[in-house]
């Protein structure tokens, strides 16, 4: 599944470029993916400073559009297991929960500031925060868009409609390109998904988690 959210993201992104090029100071970010092969992204020419958002942004996206009311989102082992350690324990000192959660684990990794260790803020792009990104909301996507009030927001006219996903990530309607990227997703994927892979390939897009 996260393969082809990367193959889709890719897409929007090249459509975004073309239709956008006039305000997107750069060549495109592009994935490079071979059957068997993990994907990764290249980029074609330097992101011209490109900033990545921050996890107390991330955050208020999960509490404020998807309701996790947590405003965190569970690692997962497999499709079942939620990731356990007695090294997570501190999303939560007060409770007994060793669960693994996305932002608090990786805070580092996002680019969260760490004092004590004299390490600054960097909201600088790189395609690790692009992939967790991905991995964040896609499993914030599977765990609320199928409650009927989230999924009221993000799909009021049907799944064939994506005018109020965009609206909510994006701040704008999709282009006519964009939505038959989207038609393509949701007829390729199980239909039980279908709401949620559009809801994770658009909110972790690189004009929903980034800006130059």
Do not use: H, W
């Not at 500031?113 to 692009?130: G, V």
């Amino acid at each position: 599944m996260i393969k082809l959210i990367f193959i889709f993201q890719t897409l929007l992104l090249l459509v975004a470029y073309n239709n956008c090029s006039g305000n997107m100071q750069t060549e495109s970010t592009v994935l490079n993916s071979t059957e068997g092969s993990q994907p990764t992204y290249q980029t074609q020419s330097a992101l011209k400073e490109c900033q990545f958002i921050d996890v107390v942004s991330m955050s208020n996206i999960l509490k404020n559009q998807l309701g996790i009311s947590y405003g965190d989102v569970p690692i997962y082992e497999d499709e079942n297991d939620i990731l356990q350690s007695n090294d997570c324990r501190n999303i939560n000192p007060e409770s007994n929960d060793s669960n693994c959660y996305y932002l608090t684990t990786y805070a580092a990794t996002l680019g969260v500031a760490d004092l004590t260790n004299n390490i600054k803020t960097n909201n600088k792009c790189t395609s690790t925060k692009y992939k967790l990104a991905t991995e964040i909301f896609l499993n914030a996507c599977l765990e609320s868009v199928d409650k009927p009030e989230i999924s009221q927001k993000l799909f009021p006219n049907g799944l064939d409609n994506f005018d109020s996903l965009y609206l909510t990530f994006v701040g704008r309607k999709p282009f006519s390109r964009e939505v038959e990227v989207l038609d393509e997703l949701v007829k390729t994927v199980e239909p039980n998904v279908a709401k949620a892979s559009a809801c994770a390939v658009v909110a972790s897009s690189f004009e929903a988690v980034s800006k130059l």
